[in-house]
Nanobody, 116 residues
């Protein structure tokens, strides 16, 4: 079992920045990717950014150039730096970990609200 705990959400004005952090614990053997998804009210959960153990990170088109993702394999953490935030970035952000079997793990979510 894998546990994911997010931190760093909050309220920010448009144009501002926030940094989300996720700490993973438990049986992390076989985890080959970590990242972030988000879900806005009335919308489906969507990928924000995912970084595999090997290879390049993948970003949603809507956040490219504004968000960066970093992973510390020694500390089992993944961070999402969000710059130039827009009201449409408002959502609950979920930390995500994928096992090589395809099984997905999710954090409890953290609210990000961007005011106009």
């Amino acid at each position: 079992q894998v546990q994911l705990v997010e931190s760093g959400g909050g309220l920010v004005q448009a144009g501002g920045s926030l940094r989300l952090s996720c700490a993973a614990s438990g049986n992390l053997i076989g985890i080959n990717a970590m990242g972030w998804y988000r879900q806005a009210p009335g919308k489906q959960r969507e990928l924000v950014a995912v970084i595999p153990s090997l290879g390049m990170a993948n970003f949603a088109d809507s956040v490219k150039g504004r968000f960066t993702i970093s992973r510390d394999n020694a500390k089992n953490t993944v961070d999402l730096q969000m710059n130039r935030l827009k009201p449409e970035d408002t959502a609950v952000y979920y930390c995500y970990a994928r096992h090589r079997s395809g099984l997905a793990y999710w954090g409890q979510g953290t609210q990000v609200t961007v005011s106009p």
